[in-house]
């Protein structure tokens, strides 16, 4: 690597932040926060992290990334994965929370208390922007997303969990 | 004693997500579906987690596929709560009930541990499995104060389970029981529903003594790698 660690840690998040999530395409790798830190080398480490365990798109993840290392060149960068500190939706960026919105997705909140089940807070309508909303169900399609409905609009829509 | 640890909470997150991914399809409804495998998805990722540690631990170069897909029952050390068939929706909720209020409490004291790469997997899977327990307890109180069919199915399926969850307090883990009483007797009561009476517990299973259920289940789990070993896709 010719470059400063600097200039490179920001050459590739430019690089990773056009890879799109394989399960919600409008929102990228860095926006989700799965991209967690560029560490300088030798050799330099592209850190990442799960959202969650079982997540089935993982493996796919870390494929994209070293493919789209290799494309730009960056064979001598190692893609690692570590569990610790959790991956935590609070990570995502404001960016994706506006795209995920405007996708459809309620975008998940950043706040205490939503651990208890009593002190889930309603979520935003993402079609009409009502706040009068049910859940349907706390799973969803996939391990991120639960199912909600409108109590105005009546349409159903995907909120991402808060973890 | 550390891999020992891993080995039981890689094999019981195992053996427990193949019995949910048995519903899929037959949940009651599509929701229940997708929360059912949904659950099962997270647990096959933190028993791909612990028995990967597991066999680091052991040093004989098994990995978490080794481990999972190349033992005998009797190499498994998952408790017998797990391994019982899903029965009726009633059983396999309370199942869930039981043992992820379990793994709550256990997670949240192992997210201090001193071993790093225990402590990580146990805080990065506590965030799963609280949504998991929520979930179930929601179920118990919906079904305990439903119908009273509803009622009547949730209370079989407790009072059939009670005789497996002694085992879930043996050993190093007999400080959990104090909150775990406390935890599900604040959700049976809210349910309606009696603590089930007393009964001779069954164990064995963290010492390889299974019930006749998990050979079956292994058969099935294990068969496409037993039979063309080293497959990929």
Same mark, same amino acid.
């Given at each position: ?163 | #004693? ?21 519903? &899929?399809?037959? /949940?009651?409804?599509? *929701?229940?579906?997708?929360?059912? $495998? ?8 933190? %028993? ?28 498994? &050390?998952? &408790? ?11 059983? $396999? ?12 409490? +256990? ?28 979930? /179930? ?11 009273? *069919?509803?009622?009547?199915? #949730? ?11 002694? *085992? ?7 400080? +959990?029981?104090?909150?775990?009483? /406390?935890?599900?007797? /604040? ?13 001779? %517990? ?18 099935? #789990? ?12």
């Amino acid at each position: 690597m010719s470059e400063t660690t600097g200039a490179l840690s920001a050459r590739i998040f430019t690089l990773l932040a056009q890879l799109p999530d394989p399960e919600i395409p409008v929102i990228s790798l860095v926006d989700l926060g799965i991209v967690r830190e560029v560490r300088d080398g030798p050799p330099p480490v592209v850190v990442i992290t799960p959202t969650y365990s079982g997540c089935p798109a993982s493996l796919v993840i870390s494929r994209q990334i070293r493919a789209a290392l290799d494309a730009d060149g960056l064979t001598g960068v190692t893609v690692q994965t570590e569990l610790s500190p959790a991956w935590s939706t609070d990570w995502m960026s404001d960016a994706g929370r506006d795209k995920l919105r405007a996708y459809g997705i309620a975008p998940p909140e950043t706040a205490a208390g939503r651990r208890a089940r009593q002190d889930q807070e309603a979520a935003r309508c993402p079609q009409c922007g009502s706040g009068r909303t049910a859940e349907i169900s706390r799973f969803g399609s996939t391990p991120c997303k639960a199912l909600w409905r409108c109590l105005d609009c009546a349409e159903p829509f995907d909120r991402f969990k808060c973890i | #004693m550390q891999n020992g640890l891993a080995l039981r909470l890689g094999d019981d997150a195992l053996i427990l997500s193949h019995r949910l991914s048995e519903w &899929c399809g037959h /949940a009651p409804t599509l *929701e229940l579906d997708l929360a059912l $495998t949904n659950i099962g998805l997270d647990l096959l990722g933190q %028993a791909q987690f612990f028995l990967n540690l597991a066999g680091q631990a052991e040093g004989q170069g098994r990995d978490a596929d080794a481990l999972a897909y190349r033992r005998t029952e009797d190499a498994f &050390c998952n &408790c017998l709560l797990v391994e019982q068939p899903n029965g009726d929706f009633a059983r $396999t909720i309370a199942r869930q009930f039981l043992f992820s209020t379990w793994q709550e409490l +256990l997670f949240q004291q192992l997210q201090g541990s001193p071993d790093e790469t225990l402590a990580a997997i146990a805080a990065k899977a506590l965030k799963e499995v609280t949504y998991h327990a929520g979930f /179930a307890s929601d179920w118990v109180v919906r079904l305990g104060d439903g119908t009273p *069919e509803s009622h009547r199915r #949730m209370a079989d399926g407790l009072e059939f389970l009670w005789r497996f969850t002694d *085992e879930l307090f043996e050993g190093d883990f007999a400080s +959990l029981r104090p909150a775990w009483d /406390a935890r599900v007797d /604040a959700v049976l009561r809210e349910a309606g529903l009696a603590r089930p009476k007393p009964v001779r %517990a069954l164990t064995g299973g963290r010492n390889g003594r299974h019930s006749e259920h998990l050979g079956h289940l292994l058969a099935q #789990m294990q068969y496409l790698p037993r039979a063309f070993p080293d497959a990929v896709w």
